[in-house]
């Protein structure tokens, strides 16, 4: 017990706050002027960064909207911004611009929390761009205050008068274009001043300082600031009134894909590993900065080695139980990373959490799942009792993904109330009739386009979201009803599904039909039907990573099967992971057809979502269950969902266990 205590000291301030954000940056596909505009046809339909927060982690009204794109010469931002009251006074190239309100750009080209590039810009368009060998927190951090960005592109569009109390202003926006050559010659980059090669990962974080302010005529500005501290909004929370943290900062990962194309970052499951080196770092440098030496003995969490060269040196080391990557972190701050040969894909479990079991039941449950190497709990539930269930896995160090039934809502009382809002077949019956619904009664199918039906699904998200700790949102039955079946299942429902049928043809209700009508480019109706579907998923999407969430889903095995046989073509899917059911067993396949159907599902997406295929469980005993893991971990896929905790034996996690070693 002793040790529980003094891991949960170590973990729990990491775990207070979210994972870094990550965002994947795509080529531009047209030239861009730098005016500050930015509207150049280029950043249309460019996909913005995660809302910024506060600092310290809080959320904060959306006011800030990040673009991210490159070519082979620069790295483009753009960064869109309200604000009421329009002011500036600095001047002068490389004045402390944070003293007027500004926007940030920090980067950290090998990611290694050394060697970084700072920049902040004002609304005269005044830039301070300066070099840090080392972040503050080393007593030698070797500031570079003379070093610029070489080439570097700026320009602010504002939208308001500067400097006028008199009015309201709207917002200034600012553009930039940063050469490569300064980014990528000051770090250790094998490829020296080059753009970067597709896939490159680096840590990057966005600021925006604010000040309260009231009317001062006769000021410079025609302000003065009140005698409070500045806001720090922020992409990637440092949990500190600290931006030079770079361990904390977020992950931009370059894709050769055009900046419209919707392409999700990868996880990095290493990320909780490193960041608890980072937080024996810092204690040990507070305990030096307070006694002058480090602490010979200090309490570390689970796997973590400190061992001394010398009494003013150690090293850190760990290796990550879910990707297999070794890190090392010295007192000095030097980070590496080894990832092994092949990623060992991370675990996620689907957890039924309406059981009637005591928080010490749920805990010594919980821990067992954890001590198998499996990373992420995806739990089914009321809101009350995600609540109650959230800080317990968190406790063991695992990720919490809320289940949210989508389209299909059996026994939803406020659903029930309304029969438009259901689905309907091609014979015109309604999924609201319990002597109509398709397969079974828990089939209560909601229509994709009604748009009550969107903003209750959209409220069904707030809720959950607001749980605290929780790290992403899984969405279930994103789909219309079953227009065909497995074989293996038409035994089961006493059904010959050879032939399409209009009584599992659904939406067809009148809804549906009104808008298929109404919109005269849609000519298919399949396709209307489809990208309706899509449609309604990455509204629910965009809502859940508003809240700083991952935007999950779980799909038919893959894009081309799954829009055949349910309506749902997920590669239009703005989702950041997915979780296909390659379930061998419902198709009447052998179990090798699991990993070809994934490694199709692939190519039918050309690598743009990272996917993780699920194992059903009550097929593989435990003897066969690691066998079938490694199948599917040859695929390359960063994860593998095992359905579900009802059926997992100890043996199961004992499997686990010994293959997570
Ligand atoms: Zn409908």
């Excluded at 069904?460 to 497995?486: F, H, K």
Aim: glycine share 6%.
């Amino acid at each position: 017990m002793r040790f529980l205590l003094y891991s949960l000291a170590i973990f729990l301030p990491v775990l207070a706050q979210e994972m870094p954000p990550a965002y994947v940056c795509g080529r531009a596909e047209a030239p861009i002027v730098i005016d500050g505009r930015g509207d150049d046809t280029a950043w249309q339909e460019v996909r913005e960064l995660s809302p910024l927060r506060d600092i310290e982690g809080a959320a904060i009204p959306h006011r800030c909207r990040i673009k991210m794109l490159w070519d082979d010469d620069y790295l483009y931002i753009l960064a869109d911004m309200d604000e009421e009251h329009l002011w500036a006074t600095l001047t002068e190239h490389d004045s402390v611009i944070y003293h007027d309100p500004d926007f940030e750009v920090f980067i950290d080209p090998d990611g290694d929390g050394l060697n970084y590039i700072e920049l902040e810009i004002n609304a005269l368009n005044t830039v301070w761009d300066l070099f840090l060998a080392r972040p503050y927190r080393f007593n030698d951090s070797n500031i570079l205050h003379d070093w610029d960005i070489r080439g570097l592109k700026h320009a602010v569009n504002l939208r308001g008068s500067l400097n006028n109390p008199a009015d309201t202003d709207d917002g200034w926006s600012v553009e930039l274009a940063i050469p490569w050559s300064s980014i990528t010659s000051h770090a250790h980059q094998p490829r020296r001043s080059q753009a970067p090669a597709p896939g490159t990962c680096m840590r990057f974080n966005f600021s925006r300082v604010n000040w309260q302010v009231r009317p001062a005529p006769g000021s410079p500005s025609g302000y003065e600031k009140l005698p409070v501290p500045e806001s720090n909004h922020v992409w990637a929370p440092t949990g500190k009134v600290n931006i030079h943290l770079p361990e904390h900062w977020g992950r931009i990962i370059f894709s050769n894909q055009p900046g419209s194309t919707w392409v999700a970052a990868p996880p990095a499951p290493e990320d909780t590993a490193r960041l608890a080196l980072y937080r024996i770092l810092n204690t040990q440098l507070a305990h030096r900065g307070r006694h002058g030496t480090f602490a010979k003995e200090i309490p570390l969490p689970d796997g973590v080695q400190m061992s001394f060269a010398a009494p003013d040196f150690f090293v850190l080391t760990t290796t990550c139980r879910h990707s297999g990557t070794h890190m090392r972190l010295d007192c000095e701050g030097h980070f590496y990373a080894t990832a092994p040969e092949s990623r060992r894909p991370e675990l996620y479990l689907w957890v039924h959490g309406n059981k009637e079991r005591s928080d010490e039941e749920w805990g010594e449950l919980f821990h067992g799942y954890a001590q198998a190497g499996i990373s992420t709990l995806i739990i089914d539930g009321s809101a009350a009792q995600l609540k109650k269930l959230v800080p317990l896995v968190r406790a063991e160090g695992m990720k919490a993904f809320a289940w949210l039934w989508a389209l299909n809502r059996p026994g939803d009382e406020t659903a029930l109330l309304h029969p438009e809002w259901y689905a309907v077949n091609a014979e015109g019956k309604s999924c609201h009739e319990p002597q109509h619904r398709p397969f079974v009664d828990y089939y209560q199918f909601l229509c994709p386009n009604n748009k009550q039906v969107r903003e209750h699904l959209l409220q069904q998200v707030r809720t959950m979201a607001a749980i605290p700790g929780l790290s992403g949102i899984q969405v279930d039955y994103m789909r219309l009803p079953d227009a065909e079946l497995p074989h293996a299942l038409w035994q089961k429902y006493g059904l010959n599904m050879s032939t399409p049928a209009p009584a599992f043809d659904y939406c067809h209700c009148s809804t549906c039909r009104q808008e298929f009508s109404n919109n005269s480019s849609q000519k298919d109706w399949r396709e209307f039907r489809l990208q309706s579907v899509a449609d309604l998923f990455n509204e629910l999407a965009a809502e859940i990573r508003s809240h700083g969430l991952v935007a999950a889903c779980a799909v038919f095995p893959s894009p081309e099967l799954a829009s055949r046989m349910v309506h749902q073509d997920w590669s239009r899917f703005h989702a950041d992971l997915v979780l296909p059911m390659t379930y061998h067993s419902f198709y009447g396949k052998p179990a090798g057809w699991a990993a070809s159907i994934s490694r199709e599902a692939q190519q039918q997406t050309q690598g743009r979502l990272p996917m993780v295929p699920g194992v059903h469980l009550p097929d593989f005993s435990a003897e066969e269950l690691p066998a079938h893991l490694e199948q599917l971990r040859a695929t390359g896929v960063p994860g593998i969902g095992i359905f579900s905790s009802d059926e997992l034996t100890s043996e199961h996690l004992e499997a686990l266990r010994l293959m997570s070693r």
